[in-house]
C-alpha cells in the first residue's frame, strides 16, 4: 500500500485566498483524522471522521475552516478566507480500526502571506 | 482534558548510549499509549503502541513501557545510532479515537 497520501506537499497562497487541502487514506482503513502542526501549539487534531461521518470537529479553530469526506478514499480540509496564523503543517492520519495505530501521511506545509 | 508532557525537549547523547525517553499524562483512563517519530519535514513514524491492560512492547532496540497509575510511560532506546535521530512524540488515547500528542523530545545521537 502507498500509505496515506496527501496534496500538495506544499502551498503558499496569499491571505484571504481559499486553501483546499487533500487527503487519500490507507485503503480499507475506517477512520481519518485531521491534524495541525506548529511550533508554539504541537499537532493537533482538528477533526476526525469514522466511516466517513465527521465524529468530532470540536478542534476546527473557526468557522473559516470545514471538512469534507465524501467517500471512504478521499477526504478535504478546506480554509476560506485563510489567514498568516493558519501557516502551519497539516497532516492526515488514518486507522483500520479504533483502538489502533494511526498511520501519518506526509503532511502540506501551509505558507498564508 | 487530557494533558500529555515530555521531558527533557531535547536531548544529545553519543553513539552507542542506552536512553530513555520520558512522557507522563494527567488522566490515567486510558485506551493506549502510542509512540511516534517524526524526522524533520516528514510525517510520524507509529515505533510502538501499548494498550492500557499491557505494561511494556518492544520492538528490536526499542522498549516501551507503561505505568497507567503514576501516568507515565517511557520509551528506551538500546545502543542509540546517529539513524536513531529525530524527534519523539507520545500520544495518549482515551475513550473515544482522539490521540493528545506531548510536544516532544528532539534526539541528537553524535557518531
Known amino acids: 500500500d502507498a500509505g496515506v497520501i496527501q496534496s500538495p506537499r506544499h502551498e503558499v497562497t496569499e491571505m484571504g485566498q481559499e486553501v483546499t487541502l487533500r487527503c487519500k487514506p490507507i485503503?480499507?482503513?475506517?477512520?481519518l483524522f485531521w491534524y495541525r502542526q506548529t511550533m508554539m501549539r504541537g499537532l493537533e487534531l482538528l477533526i476526525y471522521f469514522n466511516n466517513n461521518v465527521p465524529i468530532d470537529d470540536s478542534g476546527m479553530p473557526e468557522d473559516r475552516f470545514s471538512a469534507k469526506m465524501p467517500n471512504a478514499s478521499f477526504s478535504t480540509l478546506k480554509i476560506q478566507p485563510s489567514e498568516p496564523r493558519d501557516s502551519a503543517v497539516y497532516f492526515c492520519?488514518?486507522?483500520?480500526?479504533?483502538?489502533?495505530?494511526?498511520?501519518f501521511g506526509p503532511g502540506t506545509r501551509l505558507t498564508v502571506t | 482534558k487530557q494533558e500529555v508532557t515530555q521531558i527533557p525537549a531535547a536531548l544529545s547523547v553519543p553513539e552507542g548510549e542506552n536512553l530513555v525517553l520520558n512522557c507522563s499524562f494527567t488522566d490515567s483512563a486510558i485506551y493506549n499509549l502510542q509512540w511516534f517519530r517524526q524526522d524533520p519535514g516528514k510525517g510520524l513514524t507509529s515505533l510502538l503502541l501499548i494498550q492500557s491492560s499491557q505494561r511494556e512492547q518492544t520492538s528490536g532496540r526499542l522498549n516501551a513501557s507503561l505505568d497507567k497509575s503514576s501516568g507515565r510511560s517511557t520509551l528506551y532506546i538500546a545502543a542509540s545510532q546517529p539513524g536513531d535521530s529525530a524527534t519523539y512524540l507520545c500520544a495518549s488515547q482515551g475513550g473515544s479515537e482522539k490521540l493528545v500528542f506531548g510536544k516532544g523530545t528532539k534526539l541528537t545521537v553524535n557518531p
Open positions: 492520519a488514518s486507522v483500520e480500526h479504533a483502538g489502533h495505530e494511526q498511520y
Open positions: 485503503s480499507g482503513h475506517n477512520s
